[in-house]
């Protein structure tokens, strides 16, 4: 369980990065020729215009401060596919933009803490050192969670779109049934009082790309 401070920063860190998220989707699929987006305001880094009120806010401060899962969600950004010339290899890199942007994000985020050190040097206080760490892991988790291959998360339209189309509307069957299929897979384990294997692969996936560019870097 994290103090009150700790649990609204983590907040914070998750609303910003969500934020690059929802942008690279909104970016990408202007560039693919949707500028849905981009109308409905959607194509902005101010978080307000991605913030929903329960997913993006109360639902992650709940999860900090009582020590449950940390789960939540920005409004999603809307997509036309009539605009798109290909619209099943388009949709797929519409979604993985969203990850893509969290993956970059990290790395950013690191060679920040990398330059401050170098020029502030190892004196850099420790509170802001720790934040910005926590903030590139919560970002590159953002990136690997939402890589999981189901419905609605990105994983699951970047599935789609490189499966060939028999083996894809196969794979679309399921749509109906991922946010079941992930509920269960984000609190089962927890009530169950058993590891979340899933969480396990996340988590060393995640911690595997943190430690590459933390070397990278040279941190």
């Known amino acids: 369980m994290l103090n009150p401070f700790d649990a609204i920063l983590r907040v914070i860190h998750f609303i910003i990065l969500l934020t690059f998220h929802e942008w690279g989707h909104a970016k990408s699929a202007l560039?693919?020729?949707d500028p849905t987006a981009r109308d409905e305001e959607r194509l902005t880094l101010n978080p307000a215009a991605h913030i929903d009120i329960v997913g993006t806010v109360i639902l992650p401060l709940v999860g900090s401060l009582f020590g449950?899962?940390?789960?939540g969600w920005a409004k999603p950004v809307p997509?036309?596919?009539r605009n798109l010339q290909n619209p099943k290899r388009d949709l797929m890199i519409i979604a993985a933009a969203g990850p893509v942007m969290n993956i970059i994000?990290?790395?950013v985020i690191l060679l920040a803490v990398k330059l401050l050190v170098e020029f502030v040097g190892p004196s850099i206080h420790r509170e802001i050192y720790s934040q910005l760490q926590t903030a590139a892991l919560i970002s590159v988790f953002l990136a690997a969670f939402n890589m999981l291959p189901l419905f609605p998360l990105d994983g699951f339209s970047v599935v789609?779109?490189?499966l060939p189309w028999?083996?894809?509307q196969a794979f679309d069957r399921l749509r109906p049934y991922g946010?079941?299929?992930l509920l269960g897979i984000i609190f089962l384990p927890s009530l169950l009082g058993i590891p979340n294997p899933v969480f396990m692969?996340?988590?060393f996936v995640s911690y595997g790309i943190f430690n590459l560019f933390r070397a990278l870097v040279g941190l």
């Open 31 to 33: 560039m693919l020729g």
């Open 68 to 71: 449950a899962v940390f789960f």
């Open 79 to 81: 997509v036309d596919p």
């Open 105 to 107: 994000c990290t790395f």
């Open 160 to 162: 789609y779109g490189l």
């Open 166 to 168: 028999k083996q894809a």
């Open 179 to 181: 946010m079941m299929i």
């Open 201 to 203: 692969v996340i988590s």
